[in-house]
């Protein structure tokens, strides 16, 4: 089980607006800990999206933004569009694995 | 540019010793702040944090996998060479190498993966 909690999936029609949150706890997140967030299709390389909760990459559309609320993150992708359709992944750090890297559990976007 | 790709055999027996290398460019270890980690998807399951080795040469790796795991550089070739041994079929997954600029800053270059798979 991810240290890092994901819905394994949300769905949206084109051109609308879906929400992946990525709950955390204490030993991450709330221990200060930033966030990452990246697009994967397999058979390509992941592509980071979104790093340090709301920075948002050059090249990346601002279509993608990401927020903090607490010990969650989310990615905000307004305006879908079928190439949208992936898998997305945030990523952190924790105290209980002596600050390693950890990732969450991932969400498929479909889009409708 | 920055460039990263692994390789590796693409069967291993079980209970063999898997061995990956990821050949790099564009960036080096002599840089302060350079990390680079090993990930992992296996089907059907999440990206799988599996070890790190930064510019100065620490290490650290995915505890659940206990003392399986090996990473080491040569500063000198550009690589990272990963070991995971006594392989079992749930290790059987795309193995990517990335890289970061400093600890906390995400993998901005992956390479493109390699697909082991350990058969029952």
């Known amino acids: 089980q991810s240290l890092l909690t994901q819905p394994p999936s949300v769905s949206g029609a084109p051109g609308q607006t879906v929400i992946i949150s990525c709950t955390g706890s204490d030993s991450n997140i709330g221990a200060g800990y930033t966030v990452h967030w990246y697009q994967y299709l397999p058979g390509r390389a992941p592509k980071v999206l979104i790093s340090e909760f709301t920075n948002r990459p050059s090249g990346v559309p601002e279509r993608f933004s990401g927020s903090k609320s607490g010990i969650s993150a989310s990615l905000a992708i307004t305006g879908l569009q079928t190439d949208d359709e992936a898998e997305y992944y945030c990523q952190s750090f924790d105290r209980s694995v002596n600050g390693a890297e950890v990732f969450g559990g991932g969400t498929k976007l479909t889009v409708l | 540019q920055v460039t990263l790709r692994e390789s590796g055999p693409a069967l291993v027996k079980p209970t063999e010793t898997l061995t990956l290398t990821c050949a790099f460019s564009?960036?080096?270890?002599?840089?302060?702040?350079?990390?680079v980690s090993w990930i992992r998807q296996s089907p059907g399951k999440a990206l799988e944090w599996l070890a790190r080795?930064?510019?100065?040469?620490?290490?650290y790796y995915n505890t659940s996998l206990g003392t399986r795991l090996s990473i080491s550089k040569d500063t000198s070739r550009d690589q990272v060479v990963l070991t995971l041994s006594n392989v079992e079929p749930a290790d059987s997954a795309t193995y990517f190498c990335?890289?970061?600029?400093?600890?906390?800053?995400?993998?901005?270059?992956w390479g493109q993966g390699a697909l082991v798979t350990v058969p029952s």
């Open positions: 564009g960036f080096s270890f002599t840089t302060r702040g350079i990390c």
């Open positions: 990335a890289r970061k600029t400093t600890t906390m800053s995400p993998f901005d270059h």
């Open positions: 080795i930064d510019w100065d040469d620490d290490k």
